[in-house]
């Protein structure tokens, strides 16, 4: 997994790639700038097109001359260079990139004063102005020359980062920087990136290596790790000879209304299909005929408390609160999952439940997992304004109740009680659709019945839950739910 470094570590990165390949700032870089390039001809092929590459007095700022250079010399001869002087500071590599494009005869032209920018003629906007060394929110200037390249009705395309983002610590929700529409980001995205705020800056993002030393990197003491697919591959747990059903566990799942059966249908499918050796729902009796004829694997139990408890300890792991509603009934329900010593997940209703009721919060034990979606959390949790608080508390319940938190959102990320966050990569738009949560929380039901510890079961169940929603949405412009839980066994195979 790839550790989510401060814009603070990446300086240190830099230093150390510098002292240790070595190489020089300079030539690090002509390398960051040549990826950029690299990666802005995929988009922009045509040579023609006018471009206007906006450079700051830092190193930033020397990438995007740099970066002009390189494009003027593969053919983009309508390259202008626009270079903010708002102070006389300008940092060494950004003045000798400076004198390269001046020894080209590239016209530069200069802004002084954000008044000074005149109409630009241009397809496309290259933002080089600041970059991940910005040290506090725009203003004066810096800000109103971000909102004059805002009001230009063109794409911009920034450099490492947009100029005006920092690159953690959250999102201003009044952001006033420049509005990119794609960022290339050297080497690690910037953890704000996976904020849903950050879309004011950057409408998407793509990372491009530039060759910073990579152990030095993982080495870093890192609060925000980015999952892979070679993570997920070493946890899952292969299907033995002379295994049988008795191997990969028995999960009980309690979930389920007349009105919502099919929530509990489709969590029972994600466990079946993320290989549970036995799958028990307990739903309301109404429902026996839907699950016989859709998951015949799966068997029943009625929801008589009685048989609950006393068949708990056949259970290696219980879900309870997919379209469980929160009546008194199911609060008792709940009450009794909380009683059974055995590994849960509380999902939907469950959480809502302790929302209403914090004692029983206080009561869940150590190694649980909680799967809300952004109003299950602030409703547990209270309300956030800003996903960066609403991340704070979730380290900090995760951390203090021994839980393990799975956010759930585009990024979906895992709060763990090691006071760490894991984002998953994997998910799309095509999957913002009724269920699909359900599917989720039977997958990591699934996963903890074979034996994976929480935040295991956490890591593959989002990242799979994701992978089979990236597949389903090459061919269709949403996915089922029910489809999504049938795919997630390919993918695992
Ligand atoms: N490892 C990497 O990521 C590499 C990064 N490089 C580039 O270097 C950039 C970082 O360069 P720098 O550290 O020089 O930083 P910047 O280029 O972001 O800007 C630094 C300058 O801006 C001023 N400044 C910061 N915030 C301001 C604000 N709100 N208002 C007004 N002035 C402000 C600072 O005082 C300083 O003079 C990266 O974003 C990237 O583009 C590459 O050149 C080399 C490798
Ligand atoms: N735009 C999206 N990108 C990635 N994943 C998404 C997106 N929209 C929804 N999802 C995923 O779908 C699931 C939705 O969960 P939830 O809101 O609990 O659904 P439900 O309650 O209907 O089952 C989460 O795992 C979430 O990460």
């Known amino acids: 997994m790839q550790a989510i470094i401060s814009a603070v570590q990446m300086h240190l990165a830099d230093e150390y790639t510098i002292t240790h390949e070595p190489v020089t700032l300079f030539d690090l870089m002509e390398r960051a700038s040549a990826a950029f390039v690299k990666c802005f001809r995929k988009d922009f092929d045509d040579r023609g097109l006018r471009l206007a590459v906006f450079c700051g007095p830092g190193n930033n700022g020397g990438d995007g001359l740099a970066i002009a250079r390189m494009l003027i010399n593969s053919g983009y001869l309508n390259t202008a260079v626009y270079k903010i002087n708002f102070s006389p500071n300008q940092s060494e590599d950004n003045k000798t990139n400076e004198a390269l494009l001046k020894k080209m005869h590239a016209p530069v032209r200069y802004i002084y004063k954000a008044e000074d920018m005149q109409f630009i003629a241009a397809d496309v906007l290259i933002d080089a102005v600041l970059g991940s060394g910005l040290n506090k929110p725009l203003s004066g200037e810096y800000a ?37 529409q794609k960022t ?26 530039i ?81 016989n004829a859709s998951l015949p694997e799966a068997m029943y139990l009625p929801r008589d408390i009685g048989q609950i408890t006393s068949t708990a300890e056949d259970y290696k792991v219980v879900a309870i609160g997919c379209g469980l509603d929160t009546n008194d009934e ?6 009794k999952a909380l009683e059974m010593q055995t590994q849960l997940v509380i999902d939907a209703d469950a959480i809502n439940l302790l929302a209403k009721d914090k004692n029983l919060l206080d009561k869940l034990p150590p190694g649980t997992i909680l799967t809300p979606h952004i109003k299950e959390f602030d409703r547990l949790f209270g309300n956030h304004t800003s996903w960066h608080s ?68 956490a890591w593959a169940g989002c990242y799979l839950h994701g992978k089979a929603g990236d597949r389903l949405a090459r061919n269709s412009y949403v996915v089922k739910a029910s489809a999504l839980a049938e795919q997630v066994a390919k993918e695992m195979k």
Do not use: W
């Open 144 to 180: 109103q020359l971000a909102q004059k390249i805002n009001a230009i009705n063109i794409p911009v395309y920034a450099v490492d980062i947009p100029t005006g983002l920092p690159a953690d610590g959250g999102v201003d929700e009044n952001y006033n920087g420049i509005r990119a």
């Open 211 to 291: 060759g910073l030393d990579e152990d030095y990197i993982q080495s870093l003491p890192a609060g925000h790790y980015l999952l892979e697919e070679k993570d997920i591959r070493k946890i899952l747990p292969p299907r033995k000879r002379f295994s049988h059903k008795g191997t990969y566990g028995h999960a009980l799942l309690i979930c389920g209304q007349p009105q919502t059966m099919g929530a509990a249908l489709l969590c029972a499918s994600g466990c079946i299909h993320a290989g549970a050796g036995l799958v028990t729902a307990c739903i309301p009796g109404s429902g026996l005929t839907a699950l």
């Open 390 to 457: 609403r991340l704070q508390t979730a380290v900090g319940e995760a951390f203090s109740r021994r839980l393990t938190i799975v956010l759930k959102n585009q990024y979906t990320f895992i709060c763990h009680s090691d006071k760490k966050i894991y984002i998953n990569p994997t998910g799309n738009p095509a999957m913002a659709q009724g269920g699909m949560g359900d599917v989720l929380t039977g997958i990591i039901a699934g996963l903890l019945a074979q034996k994976l510890s929480p935040l295991h079961a």
């Open 330 to 335: 199911s609060k008792v329900l709940l009450e």
């Open 184 to 209: 290339i980001t050297f080497q690690r995205p910037k953890f704000n990136f996976f904020l849903p705020e950050s879309l004011a800056a950057t409408q998407e993002f793509e990372v491009v290596n």
